[in-house]
């Protein structure tokens, strides 16, 4: 039985006054949660976090079109349409992404079939994604995240809930598309109440996660093991698939930082990735082929063939996205309006030789400087990209920097990277 089955899909959509800023936020956060959810369902072989992909896949088919009949309302005249259109392509990347994590999740509900060396990436993740459902008895129901006080005392935190047999109160954010019964919460803020059969995504260090899930769920948690392969081959293209869905969600985060703040700067680093990205696709391709020759079972790689696919329509799509700075074209002030909701910026930084930046160590993404910004990659001109989180680094003269962090603490940051 297909996990959806009864669940209208198909429902008319009508046209409604919205606001175009809340659906593209919103498609925003549903596309990066349905990537890191659809991943994690492999990595798992969880069904019930690969039918969360397709529930939030569904939305997304929502959010799109309320997001293109508002849009279409909104062309006047020529000069909107000519802002308009970068913003229909970015409400169809995201509705892209959204179709490639669907099918990364059917890898898992159809049972195409998966190489166990896919297992053997968990051990070297930072954090765990897991799914639960809050149990009557837990001591977290009925409380908010504020007083349960969660991430501070465990590292863990809930990046999402979706209410169960409760509809949402009036203080709290739902979501704006309109997406059928399923009410989501995505982000919830502290003052988000917990309750009894919601379904709660949690993120957190996997040494912590087990806890917390059996206090919510009241249920034992099974961590997952895995064996090492013993094919070459099938391990390098493993290691390539974990290290495309770093470049993609970093890809897509540019693209969005490039809309957002106008960066071409930014808008040509999202298509450095991209071309990075096809060269590791290529790489993956080939080992996983010389990997059939030796595998028991080549069938079982076909899962893996799919992920590679998928994976690198994550990263076309963090093309279109930015296409429209790429082009010169104006910022719609809608999108602009949008990412003023949140505080944090991604930037990008050149290291001058004699900077202050230059010769600094950078461990586990923090730069040994006076500065909040955390390091999340590095291109450098003679050994290409360096996602920091894979490695300890230290800076150089002509490093490319891309970092996160406040406004205000990246405008110091650059004063840094200049000699």
Sequence with gaps: MDPLEGETSSAPIEYEPVSVKDVLVEMKDTAELLIDLSYSAVLHQSDQLA???????????????????????????PADAEQLAPVLGIVGAADGISDAAGD????????MGLPEAMRAALPDAAEALLRGVVAADSSY???????????????????????????????????????????????????????????ALLRGPE???????????????????????????????????????DFSELAVDLAYSSVLFDSEELAEEVRNLEVEVDAMQSRFEAW???????????????GLIQLGNCTERISDAAIEISEGVLRDIDVHPVVQVAVQESDEIITRVEVETGSDLDGTAVTAGVPDVESTM????IRRPDEGWLLVADADAELRGGDVLISKGTRTAAAAFRDLASA
Excluded at 288 to 302: E, G, I, Q, S
């Design 51 to 77: 039918t969360e992909v397709l529930r939030l896949e569904e939305r997304m088919d929502v959010l799109e079109m309320r997001a293109r009949m508002s849009l279409l309302m909104a062309a006047r005249k």
């Design 104 to 111: 990364i999740a059917k890898i898992v509900l159809e049972d």
């Design 141 to 199: 129901a009925g409380r908010t995240l504020q007083d349960i006080d969660l991430e501070s005392e465990t590292g863990v935190r809930v990046i999402a809930l979706r209410r169960g047999k409760r509809q949402t109160t009036s203080d709290e954010p739902s979501g704006s598309g309109g997406a059928g019964d399923d009410d989501w919460l995505l982000n919830p803020g502290p003052t988000t109440r917990v309750e009894a059969d919601d379904v």
């Design 207 to 245: 040494s912590a996660i087990g806890d917390v899930c059996e206090e919510l769920t009241g249920e034992v948690y099974e961590a997952p093991t895995a064996e090492t392969p013993d094919i070459d081959d099938l391990e390098r293209a493993v290691d390539t698939i974990i290290h495309m869905k």
């Design 288 to 302: 996983t082929l010389r990997a059939a020759a030796d595998a028991t079972d080549p069938v079982v790689l076909r």
């Design 374 to 377: 955390s390091v999340i990659a």
